[in-house]
Structure formats: structure tokens, C-alpha cells
């Protein structure tokens, strides 16, 4: 099993920033964390989850249209984590955040219990 920890959402007003943490433990060794791919994604009440941002092994990366210029996605092997800092942050940006990964020919991916952000206007 592996298990995702995330942190660092609350309650920001327009404009602010927050930076989530997202740190993988378990089942998954720190070669594993290095080749998978990591998420972030979100879900607004009455929505679906969507797709925030990726990031891959070779640090490719990969952003929802409506955060493009306002998020980023770094992440550190070293710590088996990643991160989604975000800027500018808008109402809209409110929902509960989560954290995937997904370790290669595992055949399965993982989820974090999810963390709230809310954005005052």
C-alpha cells in the first residue's frame, strides 16, 4: 500500500497563495517515487474531480488551462513529496484538493485524503 499525505490547504482571500504538500509513503521506494508521475487534482461541491496539474518523471509538466501562469507543480525525490504552489489564487480555485500518484506497470494509482481550499472574495 502507499499511502499520500497532503497538506497546507485553509482559507485565503483572493489574491493570496498557498502552497500544498503532498509526501508518499508506504509501499513505494524512493527509485519508484523518482519514475511515477504525480498529480494534483480537485473537486468543487456539486462538480467532478479534475485534472490541476502533472507532473512526470522527467519533470515534464502539465496544467489545467484555468490555472496555466498562476500554479506550479515542483517536486523533490529526495523527500518522496510534491507540491502545488499556488498564486493568484481565485473563488473559483475553492474545492477540496488531491494528491495522486501513479508508479509505472504497478497497474494502479494511489490517492491522498484530500485537502480544502477555500478562496474568499
Known amino acids: 500500500q502507499v499511502q499520500l499525505v497532503e497538506s497546507g490547504g485553509g482559507l485565503v482571500q483572493a489574491g493570496g497563495s498557498l502552497r500544498l504538500s503532498c509526501a508518499a509513503s508506504?509501499?513505494?521506494?524512493?527509485?519508484?517515487?523518482?519514475?511515477?508521475?504525480m498529480g494534483w487534482y480537485r473537486q468543487a461541491p456539486g462538480k467532478q474531480r479534475e485534472l490541476v496539474a502533472v507532473?512526470?518523471?522527467?519533470?515534464?509538466?502539465n496544467y489545467a488551462d484555468s490555472v496555466k501562469g498562476r500554479f506550479t507543480i515542483p517536486r523533490d525525490n529526495a523527500k518522496n513529496a510534491v507540491y502545488l504552489q499556488m498564486n493568484s489564487l481565485k473563488p473559483e480555485d475553492t474545492a477540496v484538493y488531491y494528491c495522486?500518484?501513479?508508479?509505472?506497470?504497478?497497474?494502479?494509482?494511489?490517492w491522498g485524503q484530500g485537502t480544502q481550499v477555500t478562496v474568499s472574495s
Open positions: 508506504g509501499s513505494i521506494s524512493g527509485s519508484i517515487f523518482r519514475l511515477s508521475a
Open positions: 495522486n500518484i501513479k508508479p509505472p506497470r504497478w497497474g494502479t494509482d494511489y
Open positions: 507532473i512526470g518523471s522527467d519533470g515534464s509538466t
